[in-house]
Structures are given as C-alpha cells and as structure tokens.
C-alpha cells in the first residue's frame, strides 16, 4: 500500500460491488473507507453502509498506484495461450472475504482451452463456498477478465456450476494454511 494508513478517503466517485450481494452502486468523492484486504489487484473496503469491493483500475481513488495488470507469458507453437499462464491469472482471483485464490480453494473445477474461428477460447467452470453468495457472479467476472489478459487467448467463459458441492476437503494444503485449518 502506498501509506501505512487503511483509512481512506475517495479522491473520486467509483463504482463498487457490494459484498455479499454483489450489486453494484456508487460511492461518492469524499466518502471515508477503510482498506480490510488487498488481493488479486482488488480492495476489499468498509464505508458507511458495509463492505464493498473495489477494481484494480480504481486503484487511484483510494491513493493506490494502479498496477499494470498485462500478462508476459509466451504462446504455444501453435499460438494458443500457455495453460500455466492461464492457471497463474485464476490464482489472482479471490472472494472478497475469504483470503486464499479461488484455485487454492478448490472452487475451479475444470479449466479447458478450446480452439474456434476467432481463435483460442477458455472455458472454466467453478463453484462457490455457498449457493446463495451473490459475488459468485462478479468473481467470476473477474476470473474472465484476467483470463483474457494471458496472449493467445481471444475468449474467455467462465460458468458457475452446482455439481459436484464444494466442501472444505477441496481446499488445497497452502489454502488451508492460509485459513488456518491445519
């Protein structure tokens, strides 16, 4: 962070996620947060009325530096994205309240690369902790996005699906470390 500080105060308006519901609304220039969690290039950020995530590319209205978020990875022989390159970005993807990647949390279940007309196309499919978090569809938003950052890549899908139920078990070694259960 650019200052020991995690108050802030918006230098302008920025538009947010609401978390857990995943609406998004508007906080205004002048409006106090504070910084709770800074992961994957997002904020996790406490305002008057609860917690909001807040984009990489807003960085700025909260006194961060935006980050360069471009990927240095070379293709395949054939041109199609490097997969290691691809499972790199879904590792820079969190839930804005749980402090481990959504790999690590065992919510990716298959992630395929698929060749079309237009190119190469990503075609991942996760889960969630809960049925019911209404993040599920801006994090899958954001997988999609650094997804398509990696070169070779033309398209990027990213589907929530139900089957098989995510359970802790999933949750790779480091994650659980992270969290604290072993």
């Known amino acids: 962070m650019s200052s020991a500080s995690k108050d ?17 609304h ?8 504070f910084i709770h969690q ?43 994205p490097d997969p290691e390159a691809l499972w790199d970005q879904l590792r820079k993807v969190y839930d804005p309240e749980i402090p481990v990647n959504i790999v690590d949390l065992g919510l990716v279940y298959s992630l395929d690369v698929i060749k079309t007309d237009e190119g190469y196309k990503a075609d ?28 070779g890549l033309s398209q990027a899908e990213v589907r929530i699906v139900w089957e098989p139920v995510w359970n802790q078990s999933m949750i790779s070694e480091e994650g659980k470390m992270k969290l604290g259960l072993i």
Do not use: N
């Open 8 to 24: 802030r105060i918006l230098s302008r308006d920025v538009v947010v996620t609401q978390i857990p519901s995943g609406d998004k």
């Open 38 to 80: 800074v992961l994957g290039g997002t904020y996790t950020v406490q305002g008057d009325a609860g917690l909001y995530r807040i984009d990489a590319k807003d960085a700025d209205a909260i006194g961060e530096t935006v980050v360069d978020q471009s990927v240095q990875a070379s293709t395949l022989a054939d041109g199609a």
């Open 124 to 151: 991942v499919a996760m889960t969630l902790t809960a049925p019911g978090c209404g993040m599920g569809p801006a994090i899958a938003e954001d997988a999609k996005g650094k997804l398509l950052l990696v070169p």
């Open 26 to 33: 508007t906080l205004f220039a002048g409006a106090k947060v």
